[in-house]
């Protein structure tokens, strides 16, 4: 039969270029809202929980932003002003004082930082205080 002298149209890629596209590293595990990332240490000392607020990014990316952002010397311009605002290398931004748990009084020593990308307004991630991990709306 001629169809066994066919070459195949499937031949095996010899491309000798790795795959290096911008998506390999996109898909590291995302958290679901709700997640707890991991742990950081905010400018007075105290341990935060930082807390997924919604699915589609990674703890990784967050815990490298958050870090960052309480760190001595944060990558880029300082924290600006006194809701100390703050954009990451990723292009993510800060806020110390953006988010507070439903329920509490609004006033500013009850806001939590958060941080996120742009399209988020900045809340894809908060970080709150270990015990009240179980009070976020996630």
């Not at 742990?39 to 990674?58: H, I």
């Not at 954009?87 to 110390?96: D, F, R």
Request: contains cysteine; hydrophobic residues 25%; proline residues 9%.
């Amino acid at each position: 039969s001629p169809s066994d002298t066919v070459p195949s149209e499937e031949e095996p890629s010899t491309s000798d270029e790795p795959s290096e596209d911008e998506t390999s590293t996109e898909e590291e595990q995302t958290a679901a809202a709700g997640t707890v990332c991991g742990e950081v240490t905010n400018a007075t000392g105290g341990t935060l929980s930082v807390v997924s607020m919604q699915d589609e990014l990674t703890c990784e990316e967050a815990m490298e932003v958050f870090t960052d952002y309480f760190s001595d010397s944060p990558s880029g311009m300082p924290p600006q002003g006194s809701g100390a605002f703050w954009t990451a290398p990723n292009g993510w931004g800060c806020s110390g004082s953006a988010y507070l748990i439903p329920g509490d009084e609004d006033i500013k020593s009850n806001h939590y930082p958060s941080c996120g990308p742009e399209d988020t307004r900045g809340v894809a991630f908060v970080a709150v205080d270990p015990e009240r991990v179980s009070e976020l709306p996630v």
